[in-house]
DNA sequence: TCATTAAATTGTT
DNA sequence: AACAATTTAATGA
């Protein structure tokens, strides 16, 4: 389920796709990379379940993970999608609070480990990691408030354009991504749509020239028209 | 390499 | 939710 790895050439491609590691000197970096581990977690399985308290710092490799709660009735309810580059956990880290939500990977995922330890490391000696978990968090900020404004009000085409756009956040998830392999069932439990509507949908963006869509993937046209979709 | 089959994904109702 | 069509992946000759 969650054995740890040594760390591959793409766990440390990740890290340094993260803006926080170009602030970081020799031995910051080398002590980074010594404790981060690689975990494996099955499409479909609970990375970290709620209620747990939350021992690592952690960041999405390869694959596909949400951010979800669920009710005693067994309704699941999605807040995000987090993509390859995507890190998350830290507001528990910093709260010292079990986690209020479950992590579940949509498919086979990779996940990057940063032991309590190293973070609150790198928290304390690392000016360019707090500056960029300051960002990171102002950034979730923003995409929870509008989040409130879309779950109420827009229609499902706006619905899947924004979800979309959060997936290809530049600050959440960087490295200049244009494509992400994601099937349109996963579209689905990301932004609470039916298949079939996220499948209507998405050919309405495609007539509108704001993405492309290809068998088993998603390529983004134009992000800014995603994000004000239907405001 | 090619053909066959199974599995996954998409498009439609 | 069910169904058919399409694409991909896996298998073996």
Redesign the pocket.
Known sequence: MAEPDPPSSQLVGMLATGAWWVGLDEAQRGRVTAEVEERRFAGGTVVIRKGETIEAWTGVIDGLVKMSSMSAAGKSVTFTGIGPGGWFGEGSLLKSEPRKYDIVAL?DTRIAWMPRATFEWLLSTSIAFNRFLLLQLNERLGQFIGMVEYERLLEPDARVARCLAELFNPHLYPGHRSEL???????GYLSGV???R???A??VL?RGKLVE??????RIIDLAALRRYGS
């Open positions: 498919r392999e994601i099937s349109q069932e996963e579209i039916s298949r079939q996220v499948n209507q998405l050919q495609v869509v290809e068998y088993g993937s998603i």
